[in-house]
């Protein structure tokens, strides 16, 4: 299931030191790492689903919101911590907005990059899940 999970961390007061590996927070391997930044004010990513990708997302810094969606209910969730992530499973459509200035969003990524594991059509997303 789409959850919130608390990335394992080590406090210092020399700066904190979060770390993520096969086991915790995440029970898939990383294949892919990629990033948002420089996002402008009101600008929305996301607004697509995947069949298989499986992703942890982070706010590295800063904060934004995703909104997923199952194809019955959709549930919002504020991130703006880096010790928090967001792990979205397939056939979650997702949408991120409200970005704050100098926000970065970093993904970890269970897949290489693929076009065809997108669904990018609502409708389709929706006939996909409720097949
Ligand atoms: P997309 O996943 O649609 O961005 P978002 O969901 O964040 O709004 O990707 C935007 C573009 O970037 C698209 O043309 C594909 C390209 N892209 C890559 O080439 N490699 C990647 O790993 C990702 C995530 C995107």
Request: net charge negative; with cysteine; charged share 25%.
């Amino acid at each position: 299931m789409s959850q919130i999970v608390t990335i394992p961390h080590v406090n210092d007061r020399r700066g904190n030191l979060g770390f993520v590996e096969l086991g915790a927070p995440i029970d898939f391997s990383i294949k892919r790492v990629y990033y948002l930044y420089d996002v402008p004010g009101g600008a929305e990513r996301g607004a697509h689903a995947h069949r298989e990708l499986q992703q942890l997302i982070v706010a590295v810094s800063g904060s934004f919101e995703v909104e997923l969606y199952d194809g019955f209910t959709r549930r919002s969730f504020h991130l703006n911590r880096a010790y928090e992530g967001l792990l979205v499973r397939p056939g979650s459509w997702r949408e991120l907005r409200n970005f704050s200035s100098g926000a970065v969003c970093l993904v970890l990524a269970s897949m290489e990059y693929d076009e065809s594991d997108y669904i990018r059509d609502i409708n389709e997303f929706e006939r996909f899940v409720r097949q």
